[in-house]
């Protein structure tokens, strides 16, 4: 028998390596979403500051507060009219300034997948590459539901964090391509937040408490 030259055996052994290659890949993946989805489950209650920035470049600074499952709050630095609240069920905006108020279920919000525990991230979520190794990235969007939006959220790697993995920040893309970026800093877990800071006032005539 003719005796295989060394670039024919390379040259036969390539598709194994790629197929390899892509097992291993696909392994990762699956691991690190896993890790996004340990660390959803594993955060009861987060407060952090946060940086927004908008389409436009405009920069608003805040308070968040996170209370699992479904409730957040973005309270926006003084002067700013503006308040998000999601009480469980709704993610509410509310703007002082013109007395209105928008609502719709938080399901149909790109937030739904950092608060809401109970979805499932290995069925809408991918892993984006990055050049750092300490950050892993995934971008969620419902592909049967693309109206509600694309939100892509950033990590951290830290072993001291929960599940390994600290909340850096997220970019969200609506369906009209209104892209919103938010960064987060002095994160603290596990922190007591009563159920009231998720009430906010109705501005519109006759308004009350609501939450």
Do not use: C, H
Not at 94 to 111: A, F, H, K, M, T
Request: aromatic fraction near 6%; proline fraction near 7%.
């Amino acid at each position: 028998m003719k005796r295989m030259t060394a670039p024919l055996l390379l040259a036969l052994g390539a598709p194994a390596l790629t197929l390899a290659g892509a097992a291993i890949a696909q392994q990762q993946t699956q691991s690190d979403l896993a890790k996004v989805q340990s660390y959803i489950r594993a955060v009861t209650t987060m407060t952090a500051d946060f940086s927004q920035t908008d389409r436009n470049g405009q920069t608003l600074t805040g308070q968040l507060t996170l209370k699992q499952p479904g409730k957040i709050r973005f309270q926006y630095q003084k002067g700013v009219p503006l308040l998000i609240v999601g009480d469980g069920k709704a993610l509410t905006v509310i703007d002082y300034e013109v007395r209105q108020v928008q609502r719709w279920p938080i399901g149909n919000s790109p937030l739904a997948a950092l608060i809401d525990p109970s979805k499932d991230l290995s069925k809408f979520g991918k892993v984006v590459p990055t050049d750092d190794p300490a950050i892993l990235s995934v971008q969620a969007r419902d592909p049967r539901r693309p109206e509600f939006g694309t939100i892509t959220m950033i990590f951290r790697r830290d072993a001291a964090s929960p599940a390994g993995l600290q909340l850096y920040g997220w970019v969200a893309l609506d369906s009209q391509n209104n892209r919103t970026a938010v960064r987060l800093t002095g994160q603290r877990y596990g922190v007591p937040v009563a159920d009231s800071a998720f009430r906010w006032t109705d501005p519109r005539p006759r308004g009350r408490s609501a939450g």
